[in-house]
């Protein structure tokens, strides 16, 4: 073979090898891009923690107003300590069996536990009751003038019903001409015979005379 022959022969033969190099790196190529794309199906299949398929290209809901009316439980105690250091939450009077479920609604001595009834709910079964789970019942106003008392009563859709919880406030809703806010009586709380145990009166007040402390509460 003279060195023109082998000059071709080796030139068809580095060409018959790049072709199969770029053959190879296209395969490959390809391969890759599949597994991308099949990666990418299992990820927009697989499902959340709630049983339900989530997308990653889904967009976050926008979170609610804070003035949108939200489902809150628990104590309803007062911000302010006045003469109790353990606070003061809105209580059913009695306890155990001497409970008196039909009887005015009173500001007593927070339990060190959350306890039935002690325990409420905002805004069910619907947006403005406060419930109370243990007994099936709903607070009531009395009437819609200040110096009214508060009870448990069956749920039921009407104005005595309707609260509105805000800037800290427990305002009965729709119901009087005047805003009438959730308050302890002034003065000093009566000692109910527990260990430190105080309590007292509980009802509507006019929201623009009464004090603040008397008058804001927080849900625990």
């Not at 145990?197 to 603040?212: F, N, P, S, V, W």
């Amino acid at each position: 073979m003279d060195i023109n022959e082998g000059k071709t022969y080796l030139g068809k033969h580095f060409s018959v090898v790049s072709q199969a190099g770029i053959l190879r790196l296209v395969f490959l190529l390809f391969g890759l891009s599949l597994a991308a794309c099949q990666t990418a199906a299992t990820q927009l299949r697989e499902p959340s923690p709630a049983g339900e398929v989530e997308s990653p290209l889904a967009t976050t809901a926008a979170p609610a107003s804070t003035s949108d009316p939200v489902l809150v439980a628990g104590l309803i105690q007062l911000q302010d300590p006045l003469d109790e250091p353990e606070y003061y939450c809105v209580d059913v009077p009695g306890a155990g069996a001497s409970l008196n479920l039909g009887g005015a609604l009173q500001a007593h001595t927070c339990k060190l536990r959350a306890a039935e009834d002690e325990t409420f709910t905002l805004n069910y079964p619907s947006v403005g009751h406060i419930y109370m789970e243990a007994y099936d019942l709903c607070v009531e106003a009395d009437n819609a003038v200040a110096g009214a008392e508060l009870r448990l009563q069956e749920c039921a859709d009407q104005p005595l019903q309707k609260f509105v919880y805000q800037e800290g406030q427990i305002r009965l809703g729709e119901a009087s001409a005047e805003t009438l806010c959730l308050a302890v009586a002034p003065g000093e709380g009566t000692p109910t015979g527990g260990p430190s145990h105080l309590r007292r009166d509980l009802g509507l007040q006019l929201c623009d005379k009464i004090e603040a402390e008397l008058s804001e509460w927080v849900i625990q």
